[in-house]
């Protein structure tokens, strides 16, 4: 990608539809600018799999508005994504990420992760559903560092490229 | 055999008397919420004419756009499905598309007999 500088800063509604509307928003507008095609399609599905995360395991239950932020900004060969959505109290959806977060910290590469996580499943370890492969995904095929935190009840994950 | 539509995605079935396999052609996108309420039963109602034929099951991604990581967990058990029944699973990819090539080959970590084949189109 050129060294441009860009910023997206969207309070989005929590509805399913949204995450195509957004990841093919990101991939269009990203080849609009920059002639990295295979580059602007790893940062839509970084955004993909963030946003379907925040939309399947955000707290919606008592908001009125319900929205979550997410943030698409660059500078120089560097692009991230965050994400910022409220958490359930208990529900253990943080701390998953946090904890799988940490435990892609055990290997040596994105893709040893990726293999490992992918045998889990197969393995039956998990729930499918809740397998957080979407998170080791975004690592390995996004080539992505992957930082989260929890901050009075809003779980914020981002992701940093280098391109 | 029947074709899928939901959502953005349409998975053909192709049939013909030329080629020995049961053959998928995924196009679109597989975005669902829960791709697999509605691939599971139809991967096994697939393996089943393919068992019964004694064909391959042979999956064609080479158009397909995008698909989320719960489809990922999809055809994770479709490949422990088809090889617990005998069916040969080949998975065709596009290499030239980065996002494919990246995700077909991390799932040769299952490509550990002659009963899953990747390759690459």
Request: glycine fraction near 8%; proline fraction near 2%.
């Amino acid at each position: 990608m050129a060294n441009l500088n860009f910023s997206i800063d969207l309070p989005v509604r929590s509805e399913w539809e949204n995450v195509d509307r957004l990841r093919t928003s990101i991939q269009n507008c990203f080849t609009a600018v920059f002639s990295d095609f295979a580059g602007c399609q790893s940062l839509a599905m970084v955004t993909g799999e963030l946003v379907e995360n925040a939309i399947k395991y955000g707290d919606w239950s008592s908001a009125d508005d319900r929205r979550f932020r997410l943030r698409v900004w660059g500078e120089g060969r560097s692009a991230h994504v965050l994400v910022e959505n409220p958490v359930q109290h208990g529900t253990g959806h943080a701390a998953e990420v946090l904890n799988t977060l940490g435990w892609m910290r055990n290997f040596r590469s994105p893709i040893e992760a990726y293999r490992a996580k992918l045998l889990e499943i197969a393995g039956g370890d998990r729930e499918g559903g809740n397998s957080k492969l979407g998170l080791v995904r975004i690592a390995y095929e996004g080539n992505c560092l992957l930082t989260a935190e929890l901050v009075r009840g809003v779980l914020l994950v981002e992701a940093d490229l280098t391109v | 055999m029947q074709s899928l539509i939901v959502g953005d995605l349409r998975i053909e079935a192709m049939e013909d008397g030329v080629h020995p396999a049961v053959q998928l052609l995924w196009k679109g996108k597989s975005n669902n919420r829960y791709p697999g309420d509605v691939l599971a039963p139809y991967f096994r109602d697939v393996l089943t004419t393919a068992d019964t034929r004694k064909v391959p099951l042979e999956l064609h991604f080479e158009k397909l756009e995008h698909f989320n990581s719960s489809t990922i967990t999809s055809i994770i058990q479709l490949i422990q499905d088809s090889r617990a029944r005998g069916v040969k699973l080949i998975l065709i990819y596009d290499h030239a598309l980065k996002w494919q090539k990246l995700s077909f080959d991390a799932l040769r970590v299952f490509a550990k007999d002659a009963m899953l084949e990747l390759r690459a189109a």
